[in-house]
């Protein structure tokens, strides 16, 4: 069962259902509502819940300071609750979030799951949104051997040249009915589309709130 700010049809998170530990706490996941970036954990009790679904931001509480805290209040890095779902147990949240600046970590990074045994690297994401990442880092930061490079530096006329090819063999793979071949050829649109978009300097996640608007 979840909670959605977008929608209400679906039932609103029961509160005095939610399976607290003997402190009153629940654990609280916080995920990127739109490309599943896991953002940050923290712990909620009932009343911290409960601002978090009056408010439609998130609310925790500070195990150290024992107080109430609201997410981004002097950073400015709120989080917009899209949905809240609670496990099978009823003993741990999930909220998807629009995230505000991009940021969540106090340290300034956008996950505060980014470190990878001593490596910062950033947090993974849906694989469209991982792949259209390397794209945009080889538009900054261009390598001669790179393919994405190639098609970057020949602009319109060489992305879009190969998005018309690339939709043609789609189509064909469709009436051929070859699986195989259907997959193969939409992950080529899908990365040639993407290059586009990184070439236009459109954000991705631009595309998933559109996404997001049609599918309510």
Not at 74 to 98: F, M, N, W
Not at 155 to 168: P, R, T, V
Request: hydrophobic share 35%.
């Amino acid at each position: 069962m979840f909670f959605s700010a977008s929608n209400s049809q679906h039932q609103v998170i029961p509160i005095d259902q939610i399976r607290y530990d003997d402190r009153g706490l629940v654990p609280a996941i916080v995920q990127d509502y739109l490309d599943g970036t896991v953002l940050m954990m923290a712990w909620m009790n009932r009343e911290s819940l409960q601002k978090t679904l009056e408010t439609k931001e998130t609310w925790f509480w500070s195990r150290s300071r024992e107080e109430l805290w609201h997410k981004g209040e002097t950073s400015g890095h709120i989080q917009k609750v899209q949905s809240i779902r609670y496990d099978c147990d009823s003993d741990a949240l999930l909220i998807g979030v629009e995230q505000v600046g991009e940021i969540a970590c106090h340290t300034g990074e956008r996950s505060c799951f980014h470190q990878v045994e001593g490596n910062i690297t950033p947090p993974p994401a849906d694989t469209l949104s991982q792949v259209f990442a390397v794209i945009c880092d080889r538009r900054d930061q261009p390598q001669e051997s790179s393919y994405t490079c190639k098609l970057l530096a020949g602009g319109d006329n060489k992305i879009l040249k190969k998005i018309g090819e690339e939709s043609a063999e789609v189509v064909m793979a469709f009436k051929d009915d070859d699986h195989d071949a259907i997959a193969s050829e939409v992950a080529d649109l899908f990365y040639h589309t993407l290059v586009a978009l990184a070439h236009h300097q459109v954000d991705l996640k631009s595309v998933y709130r559109k996404l997001q608007e049609r599918r309510r």
